[in-house]
C-alpha cells in the first residue's frame, strides 16, 4: 500500500480585514524618515484605495507632516513651563519688509517714463549750465531746479568724489570742469536758490505756459 506524503490542503477561511492586517508588518516600521532638524510630525502614509474595491475605508484620514504654519511639536506642549500655545510656533521669516505709504514723496512726471524722464532733466541741467539761461516749459523748469542747485553744491566741495559725481549727471566733461573752478567765486556765500524762472508768454501752438529759467 503507497501513502501518500503530501500535506492536508490547508482550510480556507473567507477574506476578511482582520487577515490583511494581521499578513502586514508592523505599523512602526512603515514611518517615512524625517530629518533630525524638522521638529514636526511625521504620520504613515496611507495606500489610497479605488473606488470599487470592496475593502472599507478608515474613518480617520491620517495628513502628511507640513511644517508650514503648524506648531513645532504640539506634543511637546504638554506639561511644559509655557504658559501661552504661541510658544510652540516657529518663526519663519522670509526678508519680507513694511514700509509706510508714499506720503508727499511725488514727483514731476512730464509725461515721460523714468529713463526718459532722467534723461531730459540731465540734458535741461546741462544747458542751462553751458548758456546761464534757456526757454522751457514751467513744470520742466520748475522740476529741474533742484538739479542745478544740486550741481552747484557739489561745486563747492570740489573734492574729486564729488566731481565724479557730476560727471555722472552732466554730459559734458567741459562743463563740469569750469563749474567746480568758477562756482567758490559766484556761489560761495549763498546756500541755495541759485536759479530765477521768469514767466514769459504761452507757446504757440498748443498753448503750454513757457518760462525763461537762469542762473542767479
Given amino acids: 500500500m503507497v501513502t501518500s506524503l503530501a500535506s492536508p490542503a490547508p482550510s480556507v477561511s473567507a477574506f476578511n ?4 492586517r494581521s499578513a502586514l508588518p508592523p505599523i512602526n516600521t512603515n514611518f517615512r524618515s524625517c530629518s533630525s532638524a524638522s521638529s514636526s510630525l511625521c504620520f504613515p502614509s496611507q495606500p489610497h484605495l479605488r473606488s470599487g474595491s ?3 475605508k478608515p474613518a480617520l484620514q491620517v495628513s502628511r507632516c507640513f511644517s508650514g504654519l503648524s506648531p513645532a511639536n504640539p506634543l511637546l506642549l504638554i506639561g511644559s513651563d509655557n504658559n501661552s500655545y504661541e510658544n510652540g510656533f516657529t518663526i519663519i521669516n522670509q526678508g519680507g519688509r513694511f514700509y509706510a505709504m508714499r506720503h508727499g514723496r511725488r514727483v514731476p512726471k512730464l509725461n515721460r517714463p523714468p529713463d526718459q524722464r532722467r534723461a531730459l532733466l540731465r540734458g535741461l541741467t546741462t544747458q542751462l549750465l553751458k548758456h546761464g539761461r534757456i526757454k522751457t516749459t514751467r513744470a520742466r523748469a520748475s522740476a529741474m531746479r533742484k538739479y542745478v542747485d544740486k550741481m552747484i553744491t557739489l561745486a ?5 568724489h564729488k566731481r565724479r ?5 552732466i554730459y559734458e566733461k567741459e562743463i563740469v570742469h569750469a563749474l567746480f573752478a568758477e562756482v567758490q567765486d559766484r556761489y560761495g556765500e549763498r546756500n541755495g536758490g541759485c536759479t530765477r524762472i521768469i514767466r514769459t508768454l504761452p507757446r504757440r501752438g498748443d498753448n503750454a505756459p ?3 529759467i537762469e542762473l542767479v
Avoid: I, N, P, T
Avoid at 480585514?17 to 490583511?20: G, K, N, P, R
Avoid at 563747492?156 to 574729486?160: A, E, I, N, Q, T
Fill in 165 to 169: 559725481q557730476a560727471l555722472g549727471v
Fill in 210 to 212: 513757457m518760462a525763461y
Fill in 156 to 160: 563747492k566741495d570740489g573734492s574729486l
Fill in 54 to 56: 470592496s475593502f472599507r
Fill in 17 to 20: 480585514m482582520a487577515s490583511l
